[in-house]
């Protein structure tokens, strides 16, 4: 599937300290929202297909932090006049998977500096998660 994406945009990201024997979680949810272009050539846009805002928000506790935010982006799908039902689960892992490979690398950067070794997430796609949304 062709696509056009805006740039990545991390809404917020928070880093915060928490007692060792804090529970594990891992809570990242990719929400998908149509959104229709506006201004000057918005018909001519939005005849070369339509356009979604993959927005991640996101909370991982580990041993002795927490990251939470939310990140998102702006994707036409050219060529695409469809519902979002209609986008396949490995094409939405696919579409979505740059803004959990940003929550990876900011995470990384962060703990770099917090805690003096960089943890490294590898987040992967659960049955659950495959499902359209």
Do not use: C, W
């Not at 939310?70 to 094409?91: H, K, T, W, Y």
């Amino acid at each position: 599937m062709k696509t056009k994406a805006e740039p990545i945009i991390v809404e917020h990201f928070h880093y915060d300290s928490v007692d060792s024997d804090t529970k594990p979680k891992t809570d990242v949810q990719v929400s998908l929202t149509e959104v229709e272009a506006t201004g000057d050539g918005a018909e001519e846009k939005m005849a070369a297909g339509k356009i979604f805002q993959f927005s991640v928000p996101f909370t991982v506790t580990l041993d002795g932090f927490q990251v939470s935010g939310l990140i998102r982006r702006i994707v036409q799908l050219l060529d695409f006049n469809g519902e979002p039902s209609d986008i396949s689960a490995e094409e939405m892992q696919k579409l979505s998977r740059p803004l959990v490979e940003y929550i990876e690398t900011l995470t990384y950067q962060v703990t770099i500096v917090a805690i003096d070794h960089g943890v490294q997430l590898d987040f992967q796609p659960n049955d659950a998660d495959s499902d359209k949304q």
